[in-house]
Structures are given as structure tokens and as C-alpha cells.
């Protein structure tokens, strides 16, 4: 069994990133320019943030005409009606909801807080605090997009993850989750391997790419170091690639909603 | 800002741990062993498992009496009344049943399936496969000791995780966490500090030994690669240590039972 050294680094020196930016560019730009490089095999994690400023998925609140479904559900729960209305459009559903709270499901199949919804490091300086991020449309394919550009561009082979920082139903803190995936497995399943005495494996299925998402999260931090993107190097997941949807838990075996 | 390059490395050639063992000899011979070392700031992340056996935290099935409660529930949800009996044993509250799934609040506060008890991993060659092995009685106060023990035999200070692996409400497949801290933060609270743009940051509590504990699962391997021990290196968390109990969610903000 190898895996027995992992690196993380940071990309350094990634711009502020703006509507219209080819991600892909940036990042190699980044590295070109610090004098690093990927190299095959390497798990590049990316923040979600910079992949929905790429693509512009900013929403501004003074242009949101909340409906009187979210008007009520904000009330209930002393939130912005506007905010509401977002996460409400962003939703397949609500999971739950309290004073200051709202769960859904998204659109995506993750149940996140707010729909993932962001009001930090959007603006920028001079502009208004009117703006908040949504998740972008299809991380699927984001990362799929950026590893085929990647192997174009540079001519390395590697997998590519897009991270976001989520909230737990019984833990405090947030912690990195793996929300779109291209080039290694999300999950690694372990049903039907034995353990080290050669009994069958009970608690078997790995959340592999969340593991990862949240290893990189270690190092992209919150506040104003912010680095969107971290190499994971020496590190080779068993299986088949997945979408992140293999992380997306079965309604059926749902308990919590 | 540091934190820019971390590694883990797994800790090779640790033996199968037995009842009465010391933990943090295993490791520093073990260490000596390969020709590694600790140094000042390393995290040190431990899996559960090896505590739990030097403790003999096992349990042998064939002398429990389940009661009367158990045997209900079990009926219920299809499962060995023993197993029940333990982990109710070891719970505060049970938080979801169905069939094949018991859902505790453990003693320890943490929310997890079948109160942590393990089948894996347990028994060894020619025993019998009657043992399920629990999760220690006081992971902090474990974590602290082989800290303590760390510094005054190897002299050197780092920090102490103890890791499991969970499954989660939402999400498909486990992910490491942090049971038990000593020596750092379980959580960094970025509350009052300003984002990019200088605004109050929103999402602003870390889970960060969360985080750290996942990133050492991912080479601690769940079946026969077995490598319960994992060094963090290059990796400060900012703030004060704390135990790992920053990271129960306080019931009063849990809306999922």
C-alpha cells in the first residue's frame, strides 16, 4: 500500500477573481508564476467561491422581489425576505427552519444552510454590500471542465475537487465538503474487502472526497488569508471516478427530515 | 500568513495494540523503529481504535444480558439484542432508530451510529468473533496523558487528536472527527474578524480538529492497510487548545431530534 506521505500546499498568489475569469487560467497563471507546478496524479481542491465569481453568480438583493411564501417563512424566522426568496429559488425544499436558521435541500441534492448562499468576500471594495454568491449550477462539470483544461494546457493528469464549508446537524463548526468532483472516486466503498483478521468490514463505505475537501479546507482558511485552491500530492484514491452526487445520501435512508 | 505547506505522514510498523499496552510507547518505538521522529508542533492524530484496545474496552457479546428495552428494540430494528443492550449501555438518548440503525447521543455528548461500538478490527486470529471493542471512557483526558507523556520522554510538544469515523445525517459514506483534543483548538472562531473586503465574516466557526481529523483519515485507511497513527506537520491552528467537546453542538441549537 503506498499513500503514505500526502503533501498540502497552497496556490499562492491568486488574484481577486471576476466575472467572466477563466479559472483554469488563473490557477495555472498562479502557478507559473510562483514557480510551481502540477504534476500527474495531484488533487487540486478548489473553493466554490471563485468558481460562482467566474460565472457570475452573484445575486443583488435590491433586485429581489420576495413572494409571499418567502415574506412569511422570513418573519418566522427574523431573516432578510430577500435572502429568503434566494434560498428558497435555490431549493428543492426545506429541511428545517428556527429563528435565524433555514436548512434546505438544494437544488444540487446537498442540505446545507442558506442553500450555500455566501455574503462574505463578495464585494469589493467600493462597491455596495448588496450582493451575496450563489453555488454554481453544475460543480460536476466545473471540475470535469478544469481537469480536461488542465490536461490541454499543461499536460498533467489530475483530479480535481470543488470545496465548500458547511455546517453539521450535531457538530459546531463548519467543515470543507467535496460538492463537485471530476477524476477520482467520491466515495470509497469497502464492502467485500476483510479487515486485519479477515472478517468482512461493517462500517465500509468511505467519504473519501469529503475527507480530502476537508483536508485542503485546513489550509484555504475563512477570513482574509483566503487561498481558494490546494494541491493534495501522494495521494491515489481505489476506484472508479465518481460525481459528487455518490455522496449525496438516499432520501429513502434519510432519517432526519 | 504560514500554514502554506502541511504533510502527513503515516506512523509505519505499529503493532497490533493489546490490552494494558502503552500507547504512547507504541508509537515512540514504533517511531524509533522507522527512523522518523516527532518535532515541536507536530498533531499527532490517533485513531479510536488502538485506545480503546489498550484499554480493553471490549465487550464479549456472549456475557451480555440484554434487557427488556433492548430486546423491544431490537425486535424493532433488526439487530442482535446484545449489540442494543451495549449501546444504549453507552448512550444518554437514543436520537433515531429503523431497521439496521441505532442512532445515539453517547455518554461522551457526540451524536453518532451505535454509540461508536465497533466489530472490526477486533478479534484477532483463533479468537472468537464475539468482541466488539467501545469507544474509550475520557478521549480528552487520553489525549492529554499521551501529550504529557510525549513531552517529558521525547521532549518534544505537540498536539493530540483522537480520531473516529462516522457517518453523517445527510451525507453518504464516513469521515473522520475529532472524539478527543489536547493541545489545540477544536474549533477557530473567526467571529469579529473581517472578510477580504474587510466585512464581518458570516460562517465563522471552524471545525478545524474536524477538519485535521478527516485529513488523517484519509491515510489511516479503513480495512487490512490498517495505519492508526498520522503526524500533522507544518500546521499551527491560531487560538487556545481546548477539548473536543467545543465541538458538540449545544442541544439547544440542535434541531434534528
Redesign the interface.
Known sequence: ?S????????I?GIP?VRPGDDVTAVLLDALTASGDRLADGDILVIAQKIFSKAQDRYASLSEVSPSEQAQKLALEIDKDPRIVELILSEANEVV?H?PG?L?VEHKLG??MANAGI????????GES?DRVLLLPVDPDGDCARVRAEIQERAGVDVAVIMND?V???????????AIGIAGLP???D?RG???????P????????A???A??A???Q???????PAVIIRG?TAPGAPTTAQ?????KAE???R
Open positions: 500500500m499513500n503514505r506521505r500526502v503533501t498540502l500546499s497552497t499562492d481577486l428545517r428556527r436558521v436548512i446537498f442540505v455566501d455574503a462574505s468576500n463578495v464585494a469589493e471594495g454590500d464549508s455546517g453539521r446537524a450535531w457538530r459546531s463548526g463548519t467543515v470543507g465538503i467520491g466515495i470509497i469497502l474487502e476483510n479487515d486485519l483478521f479477515d472478517r468490514l461493517m462500517t465500509s463505505i468511505v467519504g473519501i469529503d475527507e480530502l476537508a483536508a479546507s485546513v489550509l482558511g475563512q477570513a482574509d488569508e483566503g487561498a495521494y455518490v455522496l449525496v445520501r438516499d434519510d432519517l432526519f
